[in-house]
């Protein structure tokens, strides 16, 4: 899949939520998907970090969506 692709699916999927929680939540959410990632890569713990990755790149990409 490509990242124009991955974008259509994210929106398609999440914008109506995400949209109604606003950007300033959803970012907040991106924050804490990030710091679960962080807490996976320094315990080495490669499944955990593979899952908390595509957390933070879906996240990251509905931000971006609401953003414009």
Partial sequence: MQ???FQHLIRATYHKRDGKRGI??????FVEEVGEF???VRKRNTAE???EAADVVAW???VCD???
């Fill in 60 to 62: 990251l990409t509905s």
């Fill in 66 to 68: 609401l953003a414009g």
């Fill in 38 to 40: 962080a807490e996976a």
């Fill in 49 to 51: 970090m593979a899952k």
């Fill in 3 to 5: 990242i124009r692709e």
């Fill in 24 to 29: 300033d939540k959803n970012a907040l959410w």
